[in-house]
């Protein structure tokens, strides 16, 4: 963050604390949280760094110096005997090999360790307890010592057997976590939007809402589910992986992803496999927890605080964080469209420093109301840049500035104007240099004509020296053209000269993405390409034409038909022909898939999906996102969530992978 004055850090600290208390209340308390986990991490890392910089603001009375939730006051209290933990977290790789490094040290030097991984289910912990094998009481873990009686409400989840399998004696403990699936959870906020009363921030939350109702009825309507962790009472059990059998014989549902693990390498394979399903589970987890196997060396290693050494939580990135927006500026796309971006404070979000975040468009910074100097939150999704999803108005300060959309382009100073019907602004001005400049790092792109050596920079120097106007000119550069340019060697202008030559041979379907034509991604450039073959059938399409293929809807179509009309884009094409541009044809190895279409759906143990698409394609079938009644096959994965009923709900054929090479090979 940036540095701030003594008197402004101050202000801060003290309206963080209120802000903290306020969504800690939220949580804790209400079971009703209006910002995510990693947002609220997010906002007390920054109020402890404040404080380490100015004790003096910090105190007793901040948040930061809580722990766990307090117990509502309408339940029975209760105390637990063996309290009730929590686990420290690691993110890193680097922090799990720590981790085993720091309990070697406690233990005999030449002590084999090995491990067991599970599920880190995102729910809450409760204790159950058996009385000759009779289900007696539960409660929630609280604050760990004192926690809360719900045994009635425990008592409606089918997953909790009321009675344990096999002879017991005496008092057993099982320890769990009770969550809501993400279906219930979906159709319980549909129910509760409907009643007019407030939707449940996730399903941890709603778990939690839902088990601490004075009302069992109302906890039996919500459909908790139950994954059993652990025995705490001592039965015999050398190691975790036989409590986790034993918790399988005594009639709990065993858990299908738990894990031996021989050493930390294939608990980090483990993980990262976990990582990859995480969005199919029909359940939410973090991470997942390893932990010493063997339950002698686990009770010898003792604990830390208030944590166990010998388990740890190995979670996922939080993919949110909270920064502050320094300047909101407009960038421009290849179709002249403005951007407005939000300039951040450099922020860790899931293990990537984020300093950009979109705003989209005029209406999302209204509905926002964000504004330059913000405390905003920011959500990243896979390799796309984050969004913005929501304001921290209370810790304004007054001097935000509101943005409002440039009515001339920043880059040639033409009039924009906001599209009728759109919520997009665009340049007027065609031959816009910043819609060209993207326009062309656009065409020499990874997935267009990949030309690496000409990277945004270079392109700029070109464009500036009038090298370059249109993508078509870079064929036309030489040796000599390059070298007198600052900064250029011999060898580097050897280099792309050799790089643009190669990239001349390309790829139908690369060939028509790198065209930058709006609406037209990479796999509708390969149904286009597959569709007409060769590029004179393409130019010459008929806006019917492109409506009747599969996949390309009726804007596509109106846009690509468009782009062909233009007299300007066929000039370039014939300029492409005239520069040496060799396209090739796309090849049907086999037309054993001919016409049939496929979805894919789950995770591909086998094959990658990209590997999948290719052997569709290349024995003549189609491939689309979603299944409707057009698709002819389905193929599932592992874990495969909606697709799958939609499928089914079809009458779709269903095949598995083995079944789907059968077909390809
Ligand atoms: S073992 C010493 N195993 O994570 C605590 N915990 O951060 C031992 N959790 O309060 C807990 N899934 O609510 C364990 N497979 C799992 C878990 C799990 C979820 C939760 C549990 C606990 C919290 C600790």
Known sequence: ??????QEAKKRIEKLKKEIEYHGRLYYVLDKPSISDAAYDSLRKELLALENQYPEFGGQNSPTQRVGGKPL??????AHKIPLLSLSDVFEEKEIYDWEKRIKKLLPPDLKIDYFIELKMDGLAVALFYKNGIFEKGATRGDGYIGEDVTQNLKTIRTIPLKLEGNFQGEVEIRGEVFMSKKVFEELNKEQIKKGEAAFANPRNAAAGSLRQLDSQITLGRKLNFFAYDITTDLGRKTHLETHKLIEKIGFPPNPYTQYCADISEIIKFQKYIGGLREKLPYEIDGVVARVNSNEIYNKLGTIGRAPRGSIAYKFPGLEAVTKIKDIIIQIGRTGRLTPVAVLEPVNVGGATVSRATLHNEDEIKRLDVRIGDTVVIKRAGDVIPDIVGVLKNLRTSKEKIFRMPNHCPLCHSPAYRKEGEV???CSNKNCYGQRWRGITHFVSKNAFDIVHLGPKIIDKLFSVGLIKDPADIFFLKKEDLEPLER???KSAENIIGA???SKKIDFSRFIYALGIRHTGEETAINLANYFGDLDNLTKAKLEDLEAIEDIGGVVAKSIFEWFQDKNNLELIKKFKKAGIEIIKPSKISQK???????????????TRESAKEMIRKSGGNISSSVSLKTDFLVAGEASGSKLKNAKDLGVKIISEQEFLKMVQ
């Open 1 to 6: 963050m940036q540095e701030l004055s003594k």
């Open 73 to 78: 006051e309408k339940f029975k209290k209760f």
């Open 424 to 426: 997009d602004f665009y």
């Open 593 to 607: 898939l001919n016409g049939k279409t496929f979805v894919l759906t789950g995770t591909l143990t086998h094959f």
């Open 488 to 490: 250029f060697a011999e």
């Open 500 to 502: 643009i030559d190669k």
